[in-house]
C-alpha cells in the first residue's frame, strides 16, 4: 500500500534562516506531488506541484522554493524565511488520472519567530 | 477559473442529530467533486467523491453528498453525527485539465454531547 511520509512534524525558526522540508512517498511510481499552506480560516493554498523529476510549477511567487530530485521525493526550501511564511504545511500525492483523489502527509506546523 | 466556496465556517450540532455541509462551486468545465476530512494537527482524509454517474454518492463513516448541477452545489450530509465526527471539513473541485485541486475555506463541524 502507498504511504507518504513527511517530516518533520513542528518546526519553530527565526526570522532569516533556511528552511527545508522533505516528503516522500512509497508504494507507487511516478506520482504527482503537492505542496500545499494552511492558514487558519483560509482553507489550502496550492504552492507548488510536480508531474515527474525536476519538473516543479509554481501557483503563488513568494519566499519558497520546491525541489524534486527522485521520483518519490519532493522538498520544500526558502533561504531565508519571513514571519508569513508560517503556517501548516501539508504535502500530497495523486495518481496519473485527473479524478485521483490527493493523499496527504501529516503536515508540519512551521513557526517564524 | 473554478472556485468553492462553504457556506458555513463553523456548525455546531448535538450529538446523535443530522448535519448538512455546505458547498458551492463555479467551473466553466466538467468537474470533479472532493470532500475531505481533517483532524486536529493531521493530514486531510478522503471522505467521498464525485466523479460521474449518480448524483448521491456515499463515502466513509456514514457521509453522503449530492451533486447538484443546476445548483452548482455539493452538500455533504450525515443523518445522525458522533462526537468523533467533530473535525474540519473540506470541499475540493478538480477540473478535466488536471493536476490542481481547488480547496474550499473549510467548515469546522463541532459534534456537542
Known amino acids: 500500500s502507498q504511504t507518504i511520509h513527511q517530516w518533520p512534524a513542528t518546526l519553530v525558526q527565526p526570522v532569516g534562516s533556511p528552511l527545508s522540508l522533505e516528503c516522500t512517498v512509497e508504494g507507487t511510481s511516478n506520482p504527482n506531488l503537492y505542496w500545499y499552506r494552511q492558514a487558519a480560516g483560509r482553507g489550502l493554498q496550492l504552492l507548488f506541484y510536480s508531474v515527474g523529476i525536476g519538473q516543479i510549477s509554481s501557483e503563488v511567487p513568494q519566499n519558497l522554493s520546491a525541489s524534486r530530485p527522485q521520483d518519490r521525493q519532493f522538498i520544500l526550501s526558502s533561504k531565508k524565511l519571513l514571519l508569513s511564511d508560517s503556517g501548516f504545511y501539508l504535502c500530497?500525492?495523486?495518481?496519473?488520472?485527473?479524478?485521483?483523489?490527493?493523499?496527504f502527509g501529516n503536515g508540519t506546523r512551521l513557526t517564524v519567530t | 477559473a473554478q472556485s468553492v466556496t462553504q457556506l458555513d465556517s463553523q456548525v455546531p450540532v448535538f450529538e446523535e442529530a443530522p448535519v448538512e455541509l455546505r458547498c458551492n462551486y463555479s467551473s466553466s468545465v466538467s468537474v470533479y467533486l472532493f470532500w475531505y476530512v481533517q483532524y486536529p494537527n493531521q493530514g486531510l482524509q478522503l471522505l467521498l467523491k464525485y466523479l460521474s454517474g449518480s448524483t448521491l454518492v456515499k463515502g466513509i463513516n456514514g457521509f453522503e453528498a449530492e451533486f447538484n448541477k443546476s445548483q452548482t452545489s455539493f452538500h455533504l450530509r450525515k443523518p445522525s453525527v458522533h462526537i468523533s465526527d467533530t473535525a474540519e471539513y473540506f470541499c475540493?473541485?478538480?477540473?478535466?485539465?488536471?493536476?490542481?485541486?481547488?480547496f474550499g475555506a473549510g467548515t469546522r463541524l463541532f459534534v456537542k454531547a
Open positions: 500530497a500525492w495523486n495518481g496519473a488520472g485527473v479524478d485521483s483523489p490527493l493523499h
Open positions: 475540493a473541485v478538480s477540473d478535466t485539465g488536471g493536476f490542481k485541486t481547488i
